[in-house]
């Protein structure tokens, strides 16, 4: 449990990716994407869903792995993977 507000770490956890998550948003917004953070499952896999340019774009998959996940992972290695949902 956190020492300030007595949330459990999955809350701690969560809070964390949606920190870096914000990192990286202006990146994508740059070239007229977007990401937004939807669910931290409980194996510790990040949905994640893409929105505008990124959304379709072919290079998406090479964005989410080689950089959000590689991010997440480098920052919080409780991560497992990183997953786009609709």
């Keep these: 449990m956190c020492e300030n507000?007595?949330?459990s770490s999955e809350k701690t956890l969560k809070n964390q990716i949606a920190?870096?998550?914000?990192t990286i948003r202006p990146m994508l917004q740059n070239d007229g994407g977007d990401i937004e953070l939807v669910e931290?499952?409980?194996?510790?896999?990040?949905k994640v869903r893409l929105?505008?340019?990124c959304k379709g774009c072919p290079g998406a998959a090479m964005?989410?792995?080689?950089?959000v996940e590689r991010l997440l992972k480098e920052r919080i290695p409780e991560v497992k993977e990183v997953?786009?949902?609709?």
Aim: hydrophobic fraction near 40%.
């Design 5 to 7: 507000c007595g949330c």
């Design 19 to 22: 920190e870096v998550i914000q």
């Design 40 to 46: 931290v499952t409980e194996d510790n896999t990040v």
């Design 51 to 53: 929105q505008g340019a």
């Design 63 to 67: 964005t989410l792995k080689m950089g």
């Design 83 to 86: 997953v786009a949902v609709d």
